[in-house]
């Protein structure tokens, strides 16, 4: 490459890509002129080199020639912006702030589609990729669900590494929708006290909206008179102690809601998997059970007040594997501060409880089982 020209970055489109081409194929020149085209046309990916070299990587399997003079404009293009950098603003917003995307189908050959994500801080790009999903979707949502988790993994690998210097927030952009995601209890705090009001709504989601009534139930009604009426007729009518106690044989015959049960059983199998891997818990967990509740008939509600000990095991299993490691979302209602940093309005609120309760600077090796609280417990 000591002779070659520099180029601006402009490859070709997939479909002069053949996954079945084979070695004597014609060279991209003729191919061009057979095609009547004089240059190629820019893939449909940004015009990154990491899109590039994503669509030109899928053919290391079987190179042919077409693949080849691919990869040397991509080094003539190297050549042409090895004094290029990043530049990041002194003084600039230290926020981490990320964006994600994707096409949908854009391989003509398995019809897989191609997500993308970049990181920003201070003004520059600190993490970016572009690649190709390992499945086939079946509608646009899905192909940016499935973007939106790639890079919901490099966002908590980024937090962890953040957690080191005390940042407190990560602000991405999941297509239009911005979302700040908190995974430390001082950021928490200040969230549910300070800003309690301005995070007291739900985002807009279909959920809300085909399953919530149009946003009235309870759970997605907006902070307001109606929410309020609704909370307290909840604690009154339906979450008090009496009213507990009173609906219980129907609680018993019947199935409430389906995140109760969903929880539940996540956290029953948490339990027992643990505890089979500790047979001095297991051990004194069963001969609690037989001492309250004995072997001629299954544990009841009442009887939860009378063994403690197996609180603290349920307790510890749903800190260290919490069946929702993220909460129900939030929404931001006008502009706060969190951390130093300025939150927009219409910002989602994600915390990540998952972090939070497994952070070593809160717990003693938070990976775990705290051995200390569950044999400081008074068997029942």
Not at 8 to 22: C, G, K, M
Not at 81 to 99: C, E, H, M, P, Q
Not at 152 to 163: D, G, H, N, S, T
Not at 258 to 271: I, L, N
């Amino acid at each position: 490459m000591a002779g070659g020209d520099e180029i601006d970055v402009n490859l070709p489109s997939e479909e002069y890509f053949p996954t079945a081409i084979t070695e004597d194929i014609i060279a991209a020149p003729e191919l061009a002129a057979r095609e009547g085209r004089t240059r190629q046309p820019p893939i449909r990916l940004a015009d990154y080199v990491s899109g590039e070299v994503s669509l030109i990587s899928r053919f290391m399997a079987c190179p042919t020639q077409l693949h080849f003079a691919a990869v040397k404009r991509i080094l003539r293009y190297l050549k042409g912006t090895v004094n290029y950098g990043v530049f990041y603003k002194r003084g600039g917003a230290s926020n981490l702030v990320g964006f994600t995307d994707s096409d949908y189908a854009g391989d003509m050959y398995d019809s897989k589609s191609t997500s993308g994500y970049v990181f920003q801080m201070s003004g520059g790009a600190v993490a970016w990729s572009s690649r190709k999903q390992p499945i086939v979707t079946l509608s646009t949502t899905e192909a940016e669900f499935v973007a939106a988790a790639a890079c919901a993994c490099q966002a908590i690998w980024m937090r962890r590494i953040l957690k080191e210097i005390d940042f407190s927030g990560l602000l991405l952009d999941f297509g239009y929708r911005r979302v700040l995601l908190v995974s430390s209890p001082s950021a928490v705090e200040e969230c549910f006290t300070k800003n309690d009001v301005v995070f007291a709504n739900r985002p807009r989601l279909l959920h809300g909206k085909h399953l919530g009534y149009n946003y009235t139930s309870l759970v997605w009604a907006p902070y307001g008179d109606l929410w309020r009426n609704l909370r307290k007729l909840s604690s009154l009518e339906i979450l008090s102690s009496h009213r507990l106690q009173l609906l219980s044989s129907i609680r018993s015959d019947e199935v409430l809601l389906a995140a109760g049960t969903d929880t539940s059983a996540v956290t029953m199998e948490w339990a027992m998997s643990l505890l089979v891997n500790d047979i001095e818990i297991l051990k004194k967990a069963q001969n609690e059970i037989d001492n309250v509740i004995g072997h001629d008939r299954l544990m009841t509600e009442s009887d939860t007040l009378k063994i403690p000990y197996l609180h603290c095991i349920i307790s510890e299993v749903m800190r260290m594997y919490p069946p929702g490691p993220l909460l129900v979302p939030h929404e931001s209602s006008e502009e706060c501060s969190i951390g130093g940093y300025r939150v927009p309005p219409g910002t989602m609120l994600i915390v990540n409880m998952w972090s939070i309760q497994n952070d070593p600077r809160v717990w003693e090796e938070p990976g775990n089982s705290n051995q200390k609280d569950l044999k400081g417990v008074r068997q029942g």
